[in-house]
């Protein structure tokens, strides 16, 4: 199947400061791309979906300010978590889309906000 | 109800067992048929992918689709503790985001 690496795999950061994360396609171009957060024991809950270009779509009671998601390019897109508080850490995931209906995942970023 | 409706278990299985896991949904318009394997702390991996009415097989998986009962199956044959984690059915129409089931825990006990 389809790679999709996820940079940093681990982060933990200070309250106030804002962690990166990136998503890439390895082998296949990417328009869309999707970010989902998992709490333990929990479902995916999508956050964004992003289109090469294009500005994010965010779900309901995400906010596009704090959870900032750039589609620069077909192989990457970014999440930035700004100003990162305690109740920001948690399992971020991304995943592409090669073409309609195949969607692979990234192996998640673990955030831990002290 | 909801679109997508998945028994959460937990799913205990002897090994050597073949493990079935279900899903049902409601949407009529649903086009792709998904099942996706997640162990703890990672992300999901993509296992079965299906878009028409059938059965599709890889190894040891199978994975089957009722359009007309909105009733998806993925079959685990001579099932491994190796693949104790989460599956996860989801479904789309169109290019929009997945749907997924909430999950089902199944665990092999060897």
């Known amino acids: 199947g389809a790679v999709v690496s996820q940079h940093p795999s681990w982060v933990i950061c200070k309250s106030g400061t804002s962690v990166k994360i990136e998503c890439r396609s390895l082998d296949f171009q990417a328009t869309t791309m999707f970010w989902y957060r998992q709490f333990p024991k929990q479902s995916l809950m999508l956050m964004a979906t992003s289109n090469e270009g294009s500005k994010a779509t965010y779900e309901q009671g995400v906010e596009k300010d704090k959870f900032l998601i750039n589609h620069a390019s077909l192989t990457l897109s970014t999440l930035t978590v700004t100003s990162a508080h305690p109740e920001d850490s948690s399992f971020y995931i991304c995943?592409?889309?090669?073409?309609?209906?195949?969607?692979?995942f990234g192996p998640g970023t673990r955030l831990t906000v002290l | 109800q909801k679109e997508v409706e998945q028994d959460p278990g937990p799913l205990s299985v002897p090994e050597g067992a073949i493990v079935s896991l279900n899903c049902t949904y409601s949407n009529s318009a649903f086009q792709y048929f998904m099942w996706y394997r997640q162990y703890s702390r990672k992300g999901p991996e993509l296992l079965m992918y299906t878009y028409s009415s059938g059965n599709k097989e890889d190894g040891r998986f199978t994975a089957q689709v009722d359009k007309s009962s909105k009733y998806i199956s993925l079959f685990i044959r001579d099932s491994q503790p190796s693949d104790s984690a989460t599956y996860l059915c989801?479904?789309?129409?169109?290019?929009?985001?997945?749907?997924f089931g909430k999950g089902t825990r199944l665990s092999v006990i060897a």
């Open positions: 995943s592409a889309r090669p073409q309609i209906g195949e969607q692979f």
């Open positions: 989801a479904m789309i129409k169109g290019n929009t985001p997945l749907v």
